[in-house]
């Protein structure tokens, strides 16, 4: 069972098929950084075109179980969701709306001050907001996952503190390894994973120790550091890999249309746009790498196949569908 | 088995109270007229929370097999419809996100010319437009009925002949018994049944012989020849009751945005609100006088049974979802 946390690659065919070939059984992928509702749902049809045009290769993911039925058909299971809650705009009922066309995953805020939580690059962490808790409370009943990769750390513990339900953080590491804006403290991982949720380790270079040339055995031993602190079925892939995506995407998912001024992001004016992918994870047929990495450092195969997928298929089992099913 | 093939009540609690003491096991609800795609969606998020209030009395209808639910566990299943294609505006991706949100019915026309079709007050009706034809295409391909209620007669045998699945008219009468522009000569009834489409017989006074004078004996003789004429198998109800609304509903219905002058579609300036519901149909509660009335005309007990919700059980069962299922 191989399931990656989090992608937005530029899709086509030819990434359909690496997905394939890498035996990749499942993938979240994000279809909005700064989209309104009514261009999120474009972005819905747009994958039902590729689900129409591609049914041997991919297929919608509404359901762990669905994971199973992907696998039996030689199919990738692709699961939505959002960077950001710009989907919901200020309406609450959009959230069940969203959910019913297929959205697993919201985060509250995307770097920047959202009207739910603060994000990662704010000045100021005040929490969650008034409709902050009111989404949380709906995404909690109709089963869409809270995530808070980009959120600040205040806000993530609110977070986490006020959810009924497990939450995650699709994509990031922790900020003892590397100390991005981005990656986690302790307490803040801790806050998560204590309360059932989940992290998903990223191999986007902004977010690795040494970046770009961060080396394999690293990124394991942090894994298992990792493990050792706070549970190892806690913890998945989540690689937000960007794959074939031009530099102009970077600057949409940094800019969406809330600046007229450049923003570097996790960048910086002399490394603008994506970073270069470190050697042992260039596209979808990678994920061998990093079992066989985590092998190398002496982690048992469970441990490994937990981490490579079954903790994050157990946590969209437990956390697709109203409380009530769960 | 009682399914009532359309209504559009000024829902509320005692409404669906109504529906539980009338034993109406499902109801195909219009939720849209004249909107847009997102008012369209605000519609739908509104009866979320109905669903979410009244948990005891309805439940969201997405196939044939949720009546059965609904029947088991007391409550009407609530199926939904447009009655004009505003809510994919001039977007055929629209067709599938909105089939998954719940549509299952869709008229191609609501009086006017619209994108699709030409409505049944238009001077000309020049059939199916090339985007009709794609949308029909589509909907064929995901499950959402075509329904023609409001359609020329031009357009409807064009959509019946087209379509490669069965459409429907889900609430007029025969224009042979009551010659008005909405009711259905018996060239348009015989396109849409001899392939296996619906009729459903509408209650609402405009539609009727006599009007609000009609009485249930014409009505029930009414069915029974169309029986003879048609097949009984392709006969069921469909009200048309539009319980509790003011008459500033029937000019939104009839006027929309799309002009500023008054019309009145099937009233006139002397009678412009919502005509008197004939004495033996005043709401939900009375699906019992027309089963009686069907039985003191000497109709057989399957026959009635057909009509008054087996047969709209079978077609939904058939029609609501993608042809690989059907």
Do not use: N, P
């Given at each position: 069972m191989l399931i990656d946390g989090l992608q937005y690659a530029n899709w086509s065919e030819k990434i359909f098929r690496q997905m394939r070939e890498g035996g990749v059984d499942a993938v979240h992928v994000t279809?909005?950084?700064?989209?309104t509702f009514r261009e999120t749902v474009l972005n819905f049809e747009k994958w039902n075109r590729w689900f129409e045009l591609y049914p041997d290769l991919i297929m919608k993911g509404m359901t762990a179980q669905d994971i199973d039925i992907a696998k039996e058909n030689g199919q990738t299971a692709i699961f939505f969701g959002f960077q950001n809650p710009s989907p919901i705009e200020d309406d609450i009922g959009l959230v069940e709306i969203l959910h019913t066309l297929g959205a697993r995953f919201m985060q509250l805020t995307y770097n920047n001050q959202s009207l739910l939580a603060t994000g990662?690059?704010?000045?100021n962490d005040t929490g969650l907001t008034r409709m902050g808790k009111e989404v949380i409370r709906e995404m909690n009943r109709v089963g869409l996952v809270v995530d808070m990769s980009h959120s600040a750390d205040r806000s993530t513990i609110e977070a986490a503190d006020y959810s009924d339900r497990p939450i995650a953080i699709t994509h990031a590491n922790p900020h003892a390894w590397h100390p991005a804006l981005r990656n986690k403290t302790d307490e803040v991982i801790r806050a998560v994973t204590s309360r059932g949720g989940m992290l998903g380790f990223s191999v986007y270079p902004h977010h690795l120790?040494?970046?770009?040339?961060?080396?394999l055995t690293s990124f394991c031993e942090m894994i298992a550091r990792t493990a050792d602190k706070?549970?190892?079925?806690?913890l998945g892939i989540g690689t937000d890999l960007c794959q074939d995506q031009p530099d102009s995407v970077v600057e949409w998912m940094r800019?969406?249309?809330?600046?007229k001024s450049m923003d570097y992001g996790e960048g910086s004016a002399s490394q603008a746009g994506f970073p270069e992918m470190p050697t042992w994870f260039a596209d979808n047929r990678d994920f061998g790498n990093i079992a066989d990495g985590l092998r190398a450092i002496g982690m048992g195969t469970d441990e490994i196949a937990g981490i490579m997928g079954q903790n994050w298929y157990r946590f969209f089992d437990e956390n697709f569908g109203p409380r009530s099913a769960a």
């Open positions: 279809i909005a950084y700064h989209e990662c690059y704010e000045a120790k040494d970046k770009s040339a961060c080396t706070f549970g190892v079925e806690h800019m969406g249309r809330w600046t």
